[in-house]
């Protein structure tokens, strides 16, 4: 069994050359530039220190380069040290703190100030701008500069979700045929109460809230939904209905319901309600009295000779004279429409072909094939 070598790569070796001959060579770097300070301070010294003698004169100009060389130095190892966004921080804020500084000591200039006041308060505000700018630009993000950008375009667009129009299930294909824009926003007290309802003792409750389960893990799947799960929470409100409420007002978003109440509820807080009743309703076919229809009989009526018959969207529709026509498909003439609460009911009115009842014209096209 072999063991892995000790002894490093010829790639290794030349990666570890490299790096010594580049470290070299910026230590050579940094000691040119401090002497090449300790040479332009020689040549350059401040004026007055010739007076002193050559030789002091000199020793003061070499020590100045040298701690001009070291201070250069040190200011490039800081700035190699810090992250950009810091420096920026601290740059912007410098120069906020160096304006409200003018701005201050031309008060100060003005009102009579003694003269010591102004430079100290000029210093104390750029010390503090720098020092805040420096601070806030650690927490700087492009990704948060984007969403403050454009938070007034997305918090209109947010779409929540109450707990009766997940479990109705509806929402998803709507959501998957594109008519509902923007976010869909899931609140976790919304999910907690799915989970208590699936999690329920009682059947049919637990039917219904795994139903709802499924139905936001097809809209979470779905590539072309941005589905979120908003943990925000109300500790203080204690109903489900009133923290949804208050998510949509702090959102600008609308609510996504079936629940009436909350419906109205929502609309006397000003917020805008999708009621997915109230779609399906708006996109009934439109039917006037006196046209004619194909309807399947599907059971007696509660009145004497009526038959009963449902539409594809689940509209009712109440047949006279089609009692004897149950298990078939007649041909009626609307009556009359009647707007409920829940929706459209439509009445009509069955007339068989003369000397014809209405179980002999269903036992003959049963028999026949004709169509219904």
Known sequence: MKGKSSFPSGQNLLHRRGKRRSGMGKDLLKVGFVALAVALLLALGP????????????????TLGLLLGLS???????????????????????????????????????????????????????FLGTLVGTKRGRNFSVRKVRALLH????????????????????????CETGFLDGRIVIPQFVLNEL?????????????????????????????????????????AIREVDQKLVAMAKELRGKLVTIDFNLNQVAQLHGIQVLNINDLANALKPVVLPGETMQVFILKQGKEERQGVAYLDDGTMVVVDDARNAVGSTIPVTITSVLQTTVGKMFFARYEPPEGESPRRTAFR????????
């Open 47 to 62: 004026a007055g220190v010739a007076e002193l003698g050559l030789w002091l004169a000199l020793g003061i100009n070499a």
């Open 72 to 126: 250069g130095l040190a200011l490039a190892v800081l700035l190699d040290r810090v992250e950009l966004r810091t420096l920026v921080g601290g740059l912007l804020g410098l120069a906020a703190g160096g304006f409200a500084g003018w701005i201050v000591t031309r008060f100060f200039s003005f009102a009579g100030v003694p003269a010591f006041a102004g430079p100290a308060a000029y210093l104390l505000l750029v």
């Open 151 to 174: 938070m007034e375009a997305d918090q209109s667009n947010h779409n929540i979700l109450d707990t009766s129009v997940i479990i109705d299930g509806r929402i998803a294909d709507i």
């Open 195 to 235: 989970q208590g309802v699936a999690d329920s003792t009682d059947n049919l409750k637990r039917q219904r809230g795994r139903k709802g389960l499924d139905v936001l893990q097809r809209l979470q799947r779905h590539p072309n939904l941005d589905v979120i799960l908003l943990e925000t929470d109300y500790p």
């Open 365 to 372: 096209r049963h028999h026949s094939g004709e169509p219904g």
